[in-house]
């Protein structure tokens, strides 16, 4: 257990419908990573966080996909109106230097 | 072609061998790291280094900056060694490679 927690931890859905997730970072880590991992690949990064600013976001990033972090502490990652092509493992990781601890990821299954 | 590239992408080994696992990257990096990752998803962060080498048990990482490559050394594998191990690319926003899965065979 590296401290970050991610809820849910699975969440299957139709396609066309809504999901959030939550990331609770470790507490005194000011930098929130969110990251997207599909079957049988590295992670990929989508966005970040320092305290309560998301200062970059990936090209991956969708107009479907919203990401906060309202009081700098715990985020959320939305995804609106899933398409099969977003299942996969989303990873949430925090940092205080340079080094990543990371959330167990939620799965997504989008049928 | 990827940022970062690893290499072999399956590794099947004997309990007891000696394991090398290479990262090349083609981006100016400032930290590489080396993460582990079980079945299941967790991810966890073995080694962070900008030079040199470092070693933490039986677990031995090192990085050559004129050449842009790492490597990943387990000294005598054990069968719980098994995972996919990921090197990494970045300061923030970190580039991965697209892992390397390891199966250690008692």
């Known amino acids: 257990d590296t401290g970050v927690s991610q809820d849910p931890r699975h969440k299957i859905t139709k396609r066309g419908q809504n999901v959030t997730f939550r990331c609770d970072p470790i507490?005194?880590?000011?930098?929130l990573y969110w990251y997207r991992q599909t079957l049988g690949q590295g992670p990929e990064f989508l966005t970040y966080f320092q305290n309560e600013a998301q200062l970059e976001k990936s090209r991956l990033l969708s107009d479907r996909f919203s990401a906060e972090r309202p009081k700098g502490s715990f985020s959320t990652l939305e995804i609106q109106r899933t398409e099969q092509g977003d299942s996969a493992m989303y990873l949430c990781a925090s940092s205080l230097g340079a080094k990543q601890f990371f959330g167990p990821g939620t799965r997504l299954t989008v049928l | 072609k990827n940022e970062v590239e690893q290499s072999p992408q399956n590794l099947t080994a004997q309990e007891g061998e000696f394991i090398t696992i290479n990262c090349s990257y083609s981006v100016g990096i400032s930290a590489l790291h080396w993460l582990q990752q079980h079945p299941g998803g967790g991810i966890v962060s073995l080694f962070m280094l900008s030079s040199g080498k470092k070693k933490h048990g039986r677990l031995i990482a090192t990085i050559n900056i004129q050449e842009k490559h790492s490597s990943l050394h387990i000294t005598a594998s054990h069968p719980r060694d098994s995972a996919v191990y990921i090197c990494?690319?970045?300061?923030?926003?970190?580039?991965f490679g697209q892992g390397t899965r390891l199966t250690i065979n008692p």
């Open positions: 990494a690319g970045g300061a923030q926003k970190l580039v």
């Open positions: 507490s005194e880590h000011n930098r």
